[in-house]
């Protein structure tokens, strides 16, 4: 740690570049509580440049937390909704009804307060009241922990549990008490800009003089690599009707669903929106899928449904590695499911739905009529030569 003076020093440097140097982003000018918020839940594994066009088109439709209160849950889905890790729009809601219903309206200024609200972290709580209040509480996320280990030279997993305590304690150590807001910030912005994971631009960091990685000339080695979670593989098929019209048909989120589910959901895939039919499969997808329609009786309301294969779907959520097969099912008449919604297929986002959904459509408008009336009808030996299939 450094000595009075140089903390001294470095806290001037640091404050200095931050109030010449910083990017104007939206957020940063407003210390609204509610907008900083906001930013700061949109943040969370988002990158800004993505964040900026929702975080304006949110606040234009809820500008205030009274708004968001009492909006439509589906409503705020649906200004999310390309977005992903939907569990922040609806944990936001309900802890914007929560300071409603418990502070009559205004933001909580306890740090108590504010880790008891749902969807908000240690992170998130000491942001948002060092920002928006000037408490003097210190953020730690990836950027500002990557930033301490390199001022002290610190080596091992910085998320293993002792380590990430003690560079909270050096966060607490370095915050500059008089501006907590624009010392965290200053933090932040030097770890997602200058002092980034891959070649950091040590020749125009403020605070170079007192970096210790850079004394010893290990820079590139820190911080060291943390084991990485296996990735896990996993392979769906996905039911895309489409009538004369290319209309189509959604599944709604589960716990909306209150008649019996066309095929087996997947629920943290479909991030808890509407989707269509989707089922996990380990052989044959269009096996598993005609299987799962014949079971639930559906052809016997439509007669002959075309299968074509569109183009696969690859998605990343975290650690697991998502592949979608879709298969777009051209009917007369969209089959009837209790609680599903039919939405032109060009306009799945007329409901709140995922990527993941959004990629499928996509695929399966891919997948040109025109390559269904040169599919040769299969005569299977199912029970009913009900179906028809474009080889992949
Ligand atoms: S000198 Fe380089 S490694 Fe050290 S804090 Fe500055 S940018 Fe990061």
């Given amino acids: 740690m450094l000595k009075r003076r140089e903390l001294a020093a470095f806290r001037k440097q640091l404050l200095a570049w931050f109030r010449q140097f910083q990017r104007d982003l939206p957020w940063r000018r407003t210390r609204d509580p509610y907008c900083v918020w906001l930013s700061e839940i949109m943040l969370q594994q988002t990158r800004v440049a993505a964040v900026i066009p929702y ?18 849950e589906e409503e705020v889905l649906r200004l999310w909704s390309g977005l992903g890790y939907y569990s922040r729009a609806r944990n936001l809601q309900k802890a914007a009804q929560q300071i409603v219903a418990e502070h009559g309206g205004e933001f909580p200024a306890r740090l108590e307060d504010v880790l008891a609200l749902p969807g908000i972290g240690n992170y998130t709580a000491r942001a948002i009241l060092s920002i928006a209040f000037e408490k003097k509480h210190a953020v730690l996320d990836g950027n500002v922990a990557r930033v301490l280990a390199r001022l002290g030279a610190i080596r091992g997993d910085l998320r293993a549990s002792q380590q990430w305590q003690k560079l909270q304690k050096s966060a607490d150590a370095y915050l500059d008490g008089k501006s ?14 200058l002092c980034a994971p891959r070649s950091p631009q040590c020749l125009l960091c403020p605070v170079a003089q007192f970096c210790e990685a850079r004394k ?7 911080p060291e690599k943390r084991q990485k979670r296996a990735t896990v593989e996993i392979h769906l098929a ?17 716990k909306e669903r209150n008649a019996e589910p066309l095929v087996d959901h997947v629920p943290t895939l479909a991030s ?26 559906i052809q016997k309301q439509n007669g002959v449904f075309h299968f074509v294969p569109a183009n696969k779907v690859r998605h990343t959520v975290t650690y697991r590695a998502i592949t979608v097969q879709p298969f777009r099912i051209s009917v007369k008449k969209l089959p009837r499911l209790k ?25 399966a408008l891919a997948a040109a009529p025109s390559a269904e009336k040169n599919c040769e009808p299969i005569a299977e030996k199912l029970e009913k030569a009900d179906s028809s299939v474009c080889p992949e």
């Fill in 55 to 72: 975080y304006e088109h949110f606040l234009e439709r809820f500008p205030n937390l009274h708004a968001l209160a009492a909006a439509p």
């Fill in 180 to 193: 907590p807001g624009d010392w965290n910030q200053a933090m932040m912005e030097l770890g997602a800009t």
């Fill in 216 to 222: 010893r000339s290990i820079v590139d080695l820190l």
């Fill in 238 to 254: 996905a039911a895309v009707f489409a009538d004369e019209q290319d209309r189509t048909l959604l599944l709604p989120p589960p």
């Fill in 272 to 297: 808890n929106l509407w989707h269509f039919p989707t089922i996990p499969v380990d052989g044959d997808p269009l096996a598993k899928l005609r299987s799962h329609l014949r079971k639930l009786e």
């Fill in 339 to 363: 609680g599903a919604e039919r939405v032109p297929l060009q306009e799945v986002t007329i409901l709140p739905v995922s990527n993941l959904t959004q990629k499928v459509a996509r695929a």
